[in-house]
Each structure stands twice: as C-alpha cells, then as structure tokens.
C-alpha cells in the first residue's frame, strides 16, 4: 500500500501548484532557509487538516458543497493576492525591506487550498480501508505530509537556484512567478 500510495501522490504532490509556486517564489526572494517557517506551518497544518479529513471531517463539507465552493473561491483570491504582490514587486532593492513569510502564512496558504482537500480526500478513498482504522489514517497522514515536505523542499531549492541564476534579471523572476501563481488561482476557480 505503501508504494501504491507514494506513486499515486508523486505527480500530484510534485506538480505546479499554488504551495509549490508559493516555496519556489519564497526561496527564489529570500532562500531556503528563511521558508522554513511557512513550510513549518503549512505542513503541521496539512497534517492537522489531513488526519481530520481521514477520521471523517471530509463527510461534513461532502455534505455541504457551498462550504467547499466558499473554500475554494477564498483559495484562488488568497493565491491571486500572492501573484499581485510578486507582479508589483520592483526589482530586488536590498534598501527596501522585503517581508519574508512565516508560519502562519503557511498554515493559511494551507486551509485555503482547495487542490490539498481534493488530494486528501481523493487520497482516503483510494487508501482507507472500509472501516478506518486510526493508524491507517495516521500512517497515510504521515506519508502524505512527508511527501508534501520533500516536494515544498525542491520547489524552494529551485527557486533559490534560479534566482541566483538570475541575479539582475529579478524583477522578470518576480513577474515569471506571479503570473504562474495567477494562473493557477485561475485554475482553482474553473476546476
């Protein structure tokens, strides 16, 4: 199950996403290590979130779509307000303080990411047995959390590299990922 699992959520967690572009447009502006908070945050926040949707919270937005399209309206319009900020960020002025993102910007890019809740709970109906078990969920829980941890990881590294591949060219970088990250909060409202 084990190797089933981590196949099934390579493409997924590995992809462009709104947490991916956010940690590669994080560790291209102020490198890896000043994102380790936000990753802190968003990851003990997906493993909260994950081990809830897998003891059944899941059934309570199954039950309430209009709480789920809320959650997903509010999602795409934080990942937009994320892409204006890098499209109006000038070029890189080490006079002007920049803030770097913390914790609680992980946590809250988190719990408004609708594509996370499709995954978790797309994740639980392929790799929960019927009846659940707490350590099942808290071995998928685990597994995905990891996985989502390494992924966050290489997305930052790349953008710390290709910023120091682009040094003058920052300006473009920051145009580059706001228009990625517009895109995909364009995405997270049509999907």
Do not use: C
Not at 5 to 25: E, K, T, V
Not at 35 to 40: D, E, G, K, M, V
Not at 165 to 190: C, K, P, S, T, Y
């Amino acid at each position: 199950m084990l190797l089933s699992l981590l196949i099934f959520l390579f493409p997924l967690a590995y992809s462009p996403g709104p947490g991916n572009m956010f940690f590669a447009a994080n560790g291209a502006r102020f490198g890896f290590r000043a994102t380790l908070r936000a990753n802190l945050g968003y990851h003990l926040a997906t493993w909260l979130v994950t081990a809830a949707i897998g003891l059944g919270a899941y059934g309570i937005l199954a039950q309430q779509p209009a709480l789920f399209q809320v959650l997903k309206f509010i999602g795409a319009g934080y990942v937009f307000y994320l892409a204006r900020k890098f499209l109006r960020a000038g070029a890189f002025n080490p006079d002007l303080t920049a803030r770097v993102a913390g914790f609680w910007d992980g946590v809250i890019l988190l719990m408004l990411n609708p594509k996370a809740y499709v995954i978790i709970a797309l994740m639980f109906t392929q790799f929960l047995g019927t009846e659940v078990a707490l350590t099942q969920v808290v071995l998928i829980t685990t597994v995905f959390t990891l996985n989502n941890l390494l992924a966050f990881s290489l997305w930052t590294l790349a953008g710390a590299q290709m910023a120091a591949l682009f040094q003058r060219a920052d300006r473009e970088l920051n145009i580059g990922f706001g228009v990625m990250l517009a895109l995909i909060a364009l995405w997270m409202l049509l999907a």
